[in-house]
């Protein structure tokens, strides 16, 4: 699999021909690492860039090393539009095997993602008042809960909304933040989960709030300064002021250039 130019005449630029993949039953784009691979390449062949490429596979290193054979998420197949945020993508569900029998379990955490790059730090945890539900496609199941900003004191980490005894099957995952929230990615996702599976999916969103302390005391410090300045300019025109009135006070014959200096 590879990128192809388009035949064009020698004064147009060539464009590349971005691969249209099927997506999986998870709604996952999957793309297998051939030899001369890189990031930058296997973006442009997907028409993606390469920092959505990192927030879709989580596990690349920070150069972004690619191997042979390695599988990548290139894209999902949600159809809904990002909403704001400088990183509009939702990277694809954990799912790990529990020893639950016939059911699953599916657990979000709605976060504070603090510095908006849509992928959750240690430092960023739960937020309070949002909503996430979990309904089958089929209308089967359909549950809501809270979200919460609760921590583990144990691990040290942010206690997730989790449904329990969930049916195996495909699930649309949503979740609707807080009025004085904006989201930093996609806030749905379609999941296929089996029995024995326990899927884990995050969603981020920034806080509308700005500090303006800073500003407010730039502020204060540059009408100070002006004021500081516009005094000076007050003393020194009353010094000038001062001194006319000093030299108009003075007798004729000591004024330099007087017809009276002369004798």
Known sequence: MGATLPASN???????QF???????DGRILYIVVAGDTCSSVALLHGIG??????????????????????LVVGLASS????AGPAPTLPPATVTATPVSGTTEVCVLLFDDMNGDAMRQETEFGIEGGAVSLTNLNGSYSETQNTTSAIDPDLVE???????DVPQGEYNVSVAVPDTYNPTMLLSYTLTVKAGDRA?????????TLTVSDQGDSGQGGRSSALGIFGLLLLLGGAGLGY????????K???????????
């Open 10 to 16: 020698a004064n147009a630029a060539p464009k590349a």
């Open 19 to 25: 691969v249209t993949a099927t997506p999986g039953p």
């Open 50 to 71: 390469v920092p959505q490429l990192r927030q879709l596979n989580t596990r690349l290193d920070e150069n972004c090393t690619l191997t042979v054979g390695q599988q």
């Open 80 to 83: 809904n539009a990002p909403t």
């Open 158 to 164: 942010p206690i997730r909304s989790c449904f329990s």
């Open 200 to 208: 884990s999916i995050d969603f981020g969103a920034q806080s509308k």
């Open 244 to 251: 006319y009135a000093y030299r108009s006070g003075q007798p």
């Open 253 to 263: 014959s000591k004024l330099k250039g007087s017809p009276l200096t002369k004798r």
